[in-house]
Each structure stands twice: as structure tokens, then as C-alpha cells.
């Protein structure tokens, strides 16, 4: 079976790990998903994230995050730019998710990162998927 959107994986396999309140979940590494779960965790997220290499392709495991009341932290995730209909997006043309209490990931020519952090720079580029 070949899989034509690996970050909408990403994004369904936390998904339904939070569903089903479990402590962690591993997916498939690639390079593009290391940088969308080390955003997750930087803009808290996420607990932590580890990165096992071996001798095919590694695995990232995701450490994921619940409030006090067993609540999962994310809310939703989106996946907004998908194989068969690319979005693109100039920098004045990101808006905020949620007005600022989601994030909107972005990958720019300067490497994937925030919609804050790509308004800052001035920087466009495709819009891979939200969280809030």
C-alpha cells in the first residue's frame, strides 16, 4: 500500500490517539514531519517527541498532552494544503487561527514554521495544516 499524504497521517494518527486518551503514539520520521511535531511542542502542544533512527526510515514517538481534567490539549487538527490541491499563501494573506489561539504551520523557503513566525518575517509559502 502506498501512502500519498504521510502528514495527513501524521495528523489522523495523533488524532485518534487523543481520541482513544492514550499516553503516546509512533508514526513513520521524515525530515517535514520532525518540524511539524518539534512546532507542536514548542507551541505546547505536545508533551515531548523522540526521534528513534534504524536502518529503514526511524520513527518519531509522540509523548502527548492532557489537562487536569483528562482533556486532550488539541482541540483539532486540519489539514489544509492536500496532495491533490496545493495552498499557497503571501504573507500578508495568513490570518490567524482561532485569532491567535490556534497555529497555522507553514513551509516557507526559509523552512517550516509558525503563521506568527512567517508574518514576522515577511514570508509566504505553502500552509501545511492548523491545530488549535
Known amino acids: 500500500m502506498t501512502m500519498t499524504d504521510p502528514i495527513a497521517d501524521l495528523l ?6 487523543l ?3 492514550h499516553d503516546r ?5 521524515s525530515r517535514l514531519k520532525v518540524a511539524i511535531v518539534k512546532i507542536l511542542k514548542d507551541e505546547g502542544f505536545i508533551k515531548n517527541f523522540k526521534v528513534s533512527r534504524d536502518s529503514r526510515q526511524g520513527m518519531i514517538r509522540i509523548f502527548l498532552k492532557y489537562t487536569e481534567a483528562n482533556a486532550p490539549v488539541i482541540k483539532g487538527l486540519q489539514r489544509v494544503s492536500k496532495p491533490g490541491r496545493r495552498v499557497y499563501q503571501k504573507a500578508e494573506d495568513i490570518l490567524p487561527v ?3 489561539l490556534g497555529v497555522l504551520i507553514v513551509s516557507t523557503s526559509h ?3 509558525t503563521d506568527k513566525e512567517a508574518r514576522r518575517h515577511n514570508l ?6 492548523q491545530i488549535w
Open 12 to 17: 489522523t494518527r495523533v488524532r485518534n490517539a
Open 19 to 21: 481520541t482513544a486518551k
Open 25 to 29: 503514539v509512533d508514526v513513520p520520521a
Open 98 to 100: 482561532l485569532s491567535g
Open 111 to 113: 523552512g517550516v514554521m
Open 124 to 129: 509566504g509559502g505553502e500552509s501545511i495544516c
